[in-house]
């Protein structure tokens, strides 16, 4: 149970779903208010006392796009987390750039994913709050400011240096089997990494991760992250074997979340990890909160593979299903990022999947045709990094 003293405000027009949502976060030991409508959770909201609101997105009369930036015109500091059954790219984007902390998808089968995203929340909440004291005693010693925010821009990229150093550089196998990547950072430091290997001349092994977050924190995980999965392979013989090629792709994650967990690094990760016995063209992969899901093209058709499971580093002690596919003698396989998703022109996630399976079908042959067909190279200031990996046979 949560040891807090945080109150929740809650606003949804829909009575049973605000009262299970009010009943399991009391549980968990918060404070609960709740209003039906947008006009009501503004009135409870300016008697004080509201640490997080929770809206829902469709209302009637004021819906949660409107209660969300009439709340950050109030204040900008309160941490607002939206709730819809829609799902529509556009909202979330919408909702994000009003100031909301987290978009959440009705219904919300796992409370325990709601509880994480207030936790999170609150605590970012509370280290702004920090941060905010702590500027304010900077104003009284502002004199070396100028020179730190040089030395620290001079770090960021320094930092970015460590990090493209550590990625790995495009791979052919003597089974014809071509491996690449590209990745544009939406900052000086990326929360995207790729890393693969041809493990013992037969395994090709290979994975894409998305870190929450931007910036040093986020990565300073990768950094993290590619030591990890470098000592499996190196010290515990990960991908080295027909029984690790067969679980291995699942076992890496759970490693992976044990540690997490265990180092408490307040991130969490979503993962395509896979690997390629290049003697038969077999493939096992696993999926952990991945979007888009990885896309395969076989004699022009694109299709995107199937397979679901949870991110990494939020639950503990869960298992993930590993897939297995058999992959032609000519084949593309394009992995993305999310951030993908923002640089494409269309107003719902569906019709963006439609536009890339589209792309795809044509241009995924190398991974220069298939930056280029993105236009990845035109795109400035974006929203989220941007990560690319191909494995091509055939072509």
């Known amino acids: 149970m949560t040891d807090t003293s945080h109150t929740l405000l809650i606003i949804d027009d829909d009575k049973p779903v605000r009262h299970s949502i009010a009943a399991f976060l ?4 918060y404070g609960v208010v709740e209003a039906e409508d947008g006009p009501t959770g503004l009135a409870l909201y300016a008697r004080g006392g509201i640490d997080l609101v929770i809206t829902d997105l469709r209302m009637p009369s004021m819906d949660g796009l409107a209660v969300l930036q009439r709340l950050h015109e109030i204040s900008s500091e309160i941490p607002v987390i939206v709730i819809s059954g829609a799902g529509v790219m556009s909202d979330v984007v919408s909702a994000l750039r009003l100031g909301a902390c987290d978009y959440l998808i009705k219904p919300i089968v796992d409370m325990e994913v709601l509880v994480h995203s207030v936790e999170k929340a609150l605590e970012r909440c509370d280290l702004l709050a920090q941060n905010k004291k702590y500027r304010e005693k900077l104003e009284f010693a502002n004199k070396g400011l100028r020179e730190n925010l040089r030395v620290l821009e001079r770090d960021q990229v320094a930092g970015r240096q460590v990090q493209r150093r550590l990625l790995p550089t495009p791979q052919q196998t003597a089974e014809g089997y071509s491996i690449a990547h590209h990745i544009a950072p939406s900052l000086y430091l990326s929360g995207d990494f790729v890393d693969y290997a041809h493990v013992g001349r037969r395994y090709l092994a290979f994975y894409l991760a998305d870190v929450s ?23 515990e013989g990960l991908f080295s074997t027909e029984e690790s090629f067969e679980a291995g792709t699942g076992e890496m994650l759970a490693d992976i979340n044990r540690e997490i967990n265990e180092t408490s690094l307040n991130h969490h990760l979503t993962f395509f990890v896979g690997v390629i016995d290049t003697h038969t063209g077999q493939m096992r992969y696993v999926v952990a909160g991945h979007l888009p899901m990885p896309i ?3 004699d022009g058709e694109a299709k995107f593979l199937p397979g679901s499971g949870k991110p990494v580093g939020i639950f503990k002690d869960i298992q993930w299903q590993v897939h297995s596919c058999q992959l032609p003698e000519q084949f593309s396989l394009v992995c993305f990022s999310d951030g993908v998703l923002e640089i ?20 995924a042959q190398n991974l220069d045709r298939v930056c280029d067909a993105l236009g990845v190279a035109d795109v400035n200031d ?9 494995i091509t046979r055939g072509f």
């Not at 009391?26 to 030991?29: N, P």
């Not at 974006?382 to 191909?390: E, H």
Request: hydrophobic content about 45%; cysteine-free; proline content about 3%.
């Open 382 to 390: 974006t929203p989220d990094d941007i990560a690319i990996l191909t």
């Open 296 to 298: 395969l093209v076989v």
């Open 344 to 363: 494409l022109d269309a107003p719902t996630l569906q019709k963006k999947e439609s536009v890339l399976l589209e792309l795809m079908a044509q241009k």
């Open 26 to 29: 009391e549980d968990s030991g």
């Open 213 to 235: 977050g931007h910036g040093a924190s986020s990565a300073f995980v990768t950094i993290w992250l590619k030591h990890l999965v470098s000592r499996m392979v190196r010290e």
